[in-house]
């Protein structure tokens, strides 16, 4: 239904920062549960965090608590993640992913998304 299009990936120094932005079409995000998740090469995908259909609630991996925020503009159709301290261990390519605000919150794995973006890649260079 929804398609979601991430932009922002690229390559940036230990410490840096990235701004990536999900775009929506064919639906509204505010119809949705979002979520970030990450996939580095040779390993499964991983959750990072997740936020509420009206932005009230958000979750994120002990991985990068303190130093990613998710937020979301629902008149944009938009819904970015600020990664800030960025390390070495957060290269990976990273997903925006939907649920439908009616099956109620996301418990933070792949299998509860139900539409993805076709990833952005992130590089931390060591």
């Known amino acids: 239904q929804v398609q979601l299009i991430e932009s922002g990936g690229g390559l940036v120094q230990v410490g840096g920062s990235l701004r990536l932005s999900c775009a929506a079409s064919?639906?509204?995000?505010?119809?949705?549960?979002m979520g970030w998740l990450r996939q580095a090469p040779g390993k499964e995908r991983q959750f990072v965090t997740r936020?509420?259909?009206?932005?009230?609630?958000?979750y994120y991996a002990d991985s990068v608590k303190g130093r990613f925020t998710i937020s979301r503009d629902n008149a944009k159709n938009t819904v970015y993640l600020q990664m800030d301290s960025l390390k070495p261990e957060d290269t990976a390519v990273y997903y925006c992913?939907?649920?439908?605000?009616?099956?109620?919150?996301?418990?933070?794995?792949?299998?509860?998304?139900?539409?993805w973006g076709q990833g952005t890649q992130v590089t931390v260079s060591s």
């Open positions: 064919g639906g509204t995000v505010g119809n949705y549960v």
């Open positions: 992913a939907a649920r439908p605000r009616w099956r109620g919150p996301a418990m933070g794995v792949p299998a509860d998304y139900d539409y």
């Open positions: 936020i509420s259909w009206n932005g009230g609630s958000t």
